[in-house]
């Protein structure tokens, strides 16, 4: 039977600078394992169109986007866990009353809010998006805004003890480190959507592998036996059942050989 093998993006596949690099020898690891008959899926907290097509282009079998709220398998869209507007412009009036500084992600864009602060992570933020041709002039005001899921950093004088009794009603709070926090629908993760490319696929728990390097990863690796931490992940080396190379020291070829799985 196919094993299925499912890849964060940043620090993971991409390494996690300016430089975007995907090391020749991932791209070797991921066509070979997909010659030998096994399945490759993205499962990344980025939102769908934030997912290059350099990345893209590496043949993945499908992706999972917004840590779990959106599916797509064989050219169709399995999952889309769309909020209502007004819900998502509450939340957005709350942020304002929190003081925090947000990014809100939907499938098709980024929404920013310019009654935030503005932090020097947000500026490092808008720089890479440009640099990156992506799109930044969605506003909170506009009639299309509406997201999936969101991020935020905080702010000296934030209020966020408000933020996280207000926020955790209906989001999962995930630390990311240094003042940043990674907000997702309750009831959706990375590993709720690979139950469902499981199930759907029929592919058993053992034939399954996750790798990844940052803490939004921990709900899918510790959905399976397989799974895998890239080198330098330290936060997530008690989780999982291997522990691989950094991205640059062919950290994913080196995994998927571990496992036979190439």
């Not at 169109?49 to 169709?76: A, H, M, P």
């Not at 304002?96 to 499938?107: H, I, S």
């Not at 592998?209 to 330098?232: E, F, H, R, W």
Request: proline content about 3%.
């Amino acid at each position: 039977m196919s094993s299925i093998i499912f890849f964060d993006i940043d620090g993971t596949v991409v390494t996690e600078d300016a430089r975007m690099l995907i090391p020749e020898s991932t791209r070797y690891a991921i066509s070979e394992t997909r010659k030998k008959g096994n399945l490759t899926f993205i499962n990344s907290g980025r939102t769908a169109f934030n997912i290059s097509e350099k990345v893209r282009g590496l043949g993945f079998d499908g992706c999972i986007c917004g840590c779990g709220t959106y599916i797509e398998y064989g050219g169709e869209v399995l999952l889309h866990n769309k909020l209502e507007q007004s819900f998502c412009r509450e939340t957005a009036e709350l942020m304002r009353r929190c003081g925090v500084t947000p990014v809100y992600e939907y499938t098709d864009g980024y929404y920013f809010d310019d009654k935030a602060p503005v932090t020097d992570d947000l500026r490092d933020f808008l720089e890479n998006f440009v640099e990156s041709g992506i799109d930044i002039t969605g506003r909170v005001e506009d009639d299309s805004f509406i997201f999936d899921k969101f991020v935020i950093w905080v702010n000296e004088g934030c209020d966020f003890e408000l933020f996280k009794r207000e926020v955790g009603k209906h989001f999962s709070i995930i630390d990311r480190g240094n003042g940043f926090y990674e907000n997702v629908p309750l009831g959706f993760t990375k590993a709720t959507a690979m139950d469902l490319i499981l199930k759907k696929l029929g592919i058993p728990y053992e034939n399954a592998y996750a790798i990844g390097d940052s803490m939004n990863d921990l709900p899918m690796l510790q959905a399976v036996p397989n799974s895998i931490a890239m080198g330098g992940a330290e936060k997530l080396y008690p989780y999982v059942s291997y522990i691989t190379t950094p991205i640059e020291e062919d950290g994913i070829a080196n995994a998927l050989r571990h496992f036979g799985l190439i």
